[in-house]
């Protein structure tokens, strides 16, 4: 990453953690469960396009962002994505070329953040995960470390684009690594990536407060 991008980066980051704070605060738990080197795919609940910016805001390393295609279609919008190291993929698909891209980032020890639930959830609850946040993390094998955010919804509610104050902070629990091993548990292919989605998402429910909820 060049200077330039470190210092927008960072200036990004301060505006975000500034609007945040006027809008309600922001609390974070877990930051010291982040690998600070190495692959790691982060997976975060999604209920808010303020969702991103704020995962970007609160962590200490570089990340790359998986997001959808669509974004790139807004000019401004998505050039602002790409100074932020997002690359597009297309959603409900198996978009092999990001699959591949993702697969080298992490091999190469990079961060790379992905929402599994592959929408924002319109109610808050969590929502099926798809599968290839998983799988691409087996293949590379790296661990997946789960993010429960809480309360952006309430700041930009899904589909919108108008912030408003929400009257309470946005939680954001980050949960301990989730490695290979764990996630597939001696199952390979088809049956280790749903075995992985299974137990990110008992994850992701924990964190988020909804319990055994599905």
């Known amino acids: 990453m060049s200077v330039t ?59 790359w962002f998986l997001a959808t295609d669509e974004l790139f279609d807004i000019p401004l919008l998505g050039l602002f994505a790409r100074w932020l190291r997002a690359y597009p993929i297309r959603q409900d698909s198996a978009d092999r070329t990001a699959l591949r891209r993702t697969e080298g980032l992490l091999r ?39 993010v429960g955010i809480c309360g952006t919804d309430h700041m930009l509610p899904p589909r919108e684009w108008r912030l408003r104050h929400a009257g309470r902070p946005v939680v954001v629990r980050i949960g301990r690594p989730l490695s290979p091993e764990e996630l597939a548990n001696g199952l390979t292919g088809r049956l280790g990536a749903e075995r992985g989605c299974e137990v990110l998402t008992d994850s992701l429910l924990r964190l988020t407060g909804q319990g055994d909820a599905r």
């Open 5 to 63: 991008e470190l210092v927008f980066r960072e200036t990004v980051r301060r505006l975000v953690r500034g609007v945040i704070a006027c809008l309600g605060g922001l609390t974070v738990e877990g930051l010291e469960h982040l690998p600070p080197v190495g692959g790691v795919v982060i997976a975060p609940n999604h209920v808010s396009h303020l969702d991103p910016p704020v995962v970007g805001a609160i962590l200490n390393r570089p990340v």
């Open 108 to 146: 190469s020890g990079e961060a790379v953040v992905a929402f599994p639930e592959g929408h924002e959830s319109p109610d808050g609850r969590l929502q099926p995960l798809q599968p290839g946040v998983v799988w691409i993390a087996l293949r590379a094998g790296v661990p997946i470390v789960p």
